[in-house]
């Protein structure tokens, strides 16, 4: 089968990169989100992403500009999915709201159109019936900065059809990804199963008084020659993104520790709108964080 539309449902942390990413290799795209706010400042975020793939690729204006021209937004469902081919779910590690949507859209899309999640907590089989397609759904997860960190992790369930893996992974490399498949559903995949311990590790040592946010980093900086240190990933990941997963565990298992680091984040920072990178604060501050200043390791 061949993919020629694609529907990016949500434009936060990661959306709009896929999306962006998605167009500047020829597809259309059609970028889906909640209210025209949500996707005034996707646009914006698109203009900011455009100045990295010129720094970081050396993209050309020519080419930036067909970028742009294949993307289109839309906060109707019913017109975003009319063409699409394949959907993929950016929206937030809820799984109440994610139960929702699919349902929606599993009504609202063509009957061919491949459905797959950036979910980097949930499973495949948590909501493959709600889709009405669980024979054509699956999970597609990229990294943080995925023009340069460009790993398109696929996972399927028990019912995923082979064909569609495999076209899935054939748009992952038609997009400039490498596809990393999993043989077998994994909460986090690979990458998050390797990176979240870190995180969660980190949050430990700060809420419970160990060390404050720059020593911790410092001590990960200089021990293992990493460029940042797991704060600094956590501002890039997007705290929203690290509130919800540790308020979702907590609930569901009633883990104090996951509650008092819930906590945390959302009485210093989700409260206070301080998403992160993206807002221009989180634990550091930016377009010029600490960690990057010539003296923070010394």
Same mark, same amino acid.
């Given at each position: ?54 720094? $970081?690729?050396?993209?050309? =204006?020519?080419? +930036? #500009?067909?970028?742009?021209? &294949? ?6 469902? %019913? @017109? ?49 019936? $709600?889709?009405?397609?669980? =024979?054509?759904? +699956? #999970?597609?997860?990229?990294? &943080? ?6 790993? %398109? @992790? ?54 419970? =008084? ?15 020659? %990493? ?72």
């Amino acid at each position: 089968m061949e993919l020629k539309h694609i529907c990016v449902a949500g434009s936060g942390v990661l959306g709009y990169q896929i999306a962006f990413q998605t167009a500047y290799y020829g597809f259309q795209v059609m970028v889906y989100d909640v209210n025209e706010d949500a996707i005034e400042k996707a646009k914006l975020k698109f203009d900011q992403l455009a100045q990295a793939y010129k720094r $970081d690729l050396t993209a050309l =204006d020519e080419s +930036l #500009a067909h970028t742009k021209s &294949n993307l289109q937004y839309t906060t109707d469902l %019913a @017109e975003a999915l009319r063409y699409a081919d394949l959907l993929i779910e950016a929206i937030p590690e809820n799984p109440a709201l994610k139960k929702e949507f699919y349902t929606k859209a599993g009504e609202l899309a063509p009957a061919h159109c491949i459905f797959a999640s950036n979910s980097s907590t949930m499973l495949p089989s948590q909501f493959a019936a $709600d889709s009405g397609r669980p =024979d054509r759904f +699956l #999970a597609l997860h990229f990294a &943080n900065e995925i023009w340069k960190h460009n790993t %398109a @992790e696929i996972m399927g369930h028990a019912g995923t059809d082979p064909k569609v893996f495999q076209t899935v992974e054939e748009f992952a490399k038609a997009i400039g990804m490498i596809p990393l498949p999993l043989h077998k559903e994994q909460p986090g995949y690979i990458l998050n199963s390797l990176l979240v311990p870190l995180l969660d590790a980190a949050c430990h040592l700060l809420v419970n =008084d160990v060390a404050d946010v720059q020593t911790i980093d410092k001590t990960w900086m200089l021990a293992t020659g %990493a460029p940042l240190g797991p704060f600094a990933i956590l501002d890039v990941v997007g705290l929203n993104t690290a509130y919800n997963i540790n308020k979702m565990r907590a609930d569901l298992t009633e883990d104090l520790s996951k509650a008092k680091i819930a906590q945390y984040l959302k009485t210093n920072f989700i409260d206070q709108d301080k998403l992160g990178v993206s807002t221009g604060e989180g634990f550091y501050t930016y377009p010029n964080p600490a960690y990057q200043n010539n003296d923070f390791l010394k």
